[in-house]
């Protein structure tokens, strides 16, 4: 993880936090009262953290992972740097590693947060090695501040990965259809794209085999919407069982349906076609209402360099099959 990029959201936040705590050790050294060394000191650190503030505002996005685990460590000494400043009259101000406790937790992973939180209690012993109050109880306050850091840290750290993972369910929620299990026509736009770009960074052709059941209405009409449920999800099985790893399902909607094929040409996106063609008129054939299905195919680039016209030429192919007799597959590179 050390060499990838954080995402913006990490460094907008560490921007912010160390302009408020800059922004905090200001106020205090003029509100506050202080001797001169301290205030100096204080303003001081303060400046060096708007210094780094500023350098995150314009190279943030340009900066790796292990830069920002720097920040944080940064964060740590210069709260410990500012404990050390206020020596034996410090009060409170430990309370500002909190932040680096809840900044790990929220945007690490839980091991390097723990190391982060290991960081500080090292740094906040060294603090305390160097005060000598008689009942100040370092020991007890070292526990009860290294151990509500880390209680707080693995709170906000499980509410983050539970709301992920709700994000990620909605996510794939809202991609799928709820009826066939398989993608529906949002999940096919971003899954395209995602296959546009493979096609392109490799210079390897895919198809696209746009389905439609032939007569699909009579069953709702004849027999339910119940049966004609049942009839789709026997269709997207069908489908599933003849998709390799890589390739794509869709049910783009109704009885229409739709396979991203990585890897394949004219014919043998429209060999495969004709087997699915076959297996849906074995499986149907000894129902109430025999279904067949017609395929358009379409082949990037040949046929379209974008969806919208690999997708508009796999139509013209599949009402060509429609309109020469349905229970067929037509090439859209046939057409022209």
Not at 70 to 84: E, K, N, R, Y
Not at 131 to 145: G, I, K
Not at 256 to 284: K, M, N, P, T, Y
Not at 289 to 308: I, K, Q, R, Y
Request: proline share 3%.
């Amino acid at each position: 993880m050390g060499a990838e990029t954080p995402t913006p959201l990490v460094w907008r936040v560490l921007f912010w936090v160390l302009l408020a705590g800059a922004g905090l050790g200001v106020f205090a050294s003029v509100v506050v009262p202080a001797s001169r060394a301290e205030s100096i000191g204080t303003l001081a650190l303060s400046a060096v953290v708007c210094v780094i503030a500023a350098v995150i505002r314009v190279r943030g996005g340009r900066l790796p992972m292990w830069a920002a685990h720097g920040v944080v460590v940064f964060g740590t000494l210069a709260i410990t740097g500012a404990l050390l400043l206020n020596g034996e009259s410090v009060n409170d101000d430990e309370m500002f590693y909190l932040w680096v406790s809840l900044f790990s937790f929220y945007f690490f992973p839980r091991r390097q947060a723990l190391a982060h939180v290991a960081v500080v209690g090292v740094a906040y012993a060294g603090v305390l090695a160097t005060q000598h109050v008689p009942d100040a109880q370092p020991v007890a306050r070292w526990l009860v501040t290294v151990g509500s850091l880390l209680v707080a840290g693995m709170i906000v750290g499980s509410l983050n990965t539970r709301s992920q993972r709700l994000i990620s369910r909605l996510s794939e929620a809202a991609h799928t259809d709820p009826l066939t299990g398989l993608l529906n026509r949002s999940g096919f736009h971003a899954a395209f794209e995602i296959e546009l770009a493979r096609s392109e960074r490799s210079s390897e052709s895919f198809s696209l085999l746009v389905g439609d059941l032939d007569h699909f209405k009579q069953v709702n009409d004849r027999l339910g919407h119940q049966r004609g449920d049942r009839a789709l999800e026997r269709v997207s099985a069908i489908l599933s069982e003849w998709t390799r790893t890589g390739d794509l399902a869709v049910r783009l909607g109704g009885e229409e349906f739709a396979l991203v094929v990585h890897s394949s040409g004219a014919e043998q996106a429209g060999e495969l076609a004709e087997r699915i063609g076959d297996r849906v008129r074995e499986a149907f054939a000894d129902d109430p209402v025999p279904l067949t299905m017609s395929f358009g195919v379409a082949v990037h680039p040949e046929d379209g360099a974008d969806e919208d016209e690999l997708l508009a030429a796999a139509d013209r192919a599949l009402y060509a099959a429609k309109h020469a007799g349905r229970d067929r597959t037509v090439l859209a590179g046939a057409l022209a």
